[in-house]
């Protein structure tokens, strides 16, 4: 199993201009995905392609339909990240551009785009299935 984490800053839109440290996580174990953890907020596992498509291209404001969260350009080295929330409205929040940029560089060495599967362990996975005890 390899494993990268980084931390970032998340800053929210909220009164008082609150900023949280998010913490990145990309395992080769879990391959499409990236978890994000904001502590005492939630844990999300978004795919990798998610994030790497939303560095390149914003949804539309008002019509973003992304299950997780959605990333906006909001310019000078910005993203702007909606984050859905299960039990309130969605998140509003901002990340630097470079932070992610670099966790996404780091992962793709560890996982080159279309190799995802390709070296999966398809039989640990099953046995992990049959036996979550594993």
């Known amino acids: 199993m390899t494993r990268f984490e980084t931390c970032i800053s998340l800053h929210l839109d909220v009164e008082g201009a609150v900023m949280l440290s998010a913490f990145l996580t990309y395992d080769t174990e879990m391959p499409l ?15 990798r392609e998610t994030i790497a498509a939303g560095l390149n291209r ?9 299950k997780d969260i959605c990333l906006q350009d909001a310019g000078f080295g910005w993203l702007q990240a ?4 299960p039990w309130t409205d969605p998140l ?6 470079q932070n ?18 390709s070296d999966y362990d398809w039989d640990a996975s099953f046995r992990k299935l049959c036996d979550p005890d594993r």
Not at 58 to 66: A, G, L, N, R, V
Not at 82 to 85: A, D, E, M, T, V
Not at 92 to 97: K, P
């Open 100 to 117: 992610l940029e670099e966790f996404l560089v780091h992962s793709f060495a560890m996982v080159p785009v279309g190799r995802e599967l």
């Open 33 to 47: 995905h990236v978890r994000m953890y904001v502590p005492l907020i939630a844990v999300f596992d978004v795919p």
């Open 92 to 97: 509003h929040a901002w990340i630097s551009r």
């Open 82 to 85: 909606i984050l859905q929330l």
């Open 58 to 66: 914003s949804c539309p404001p008002d019509e973003c339909s992304c």
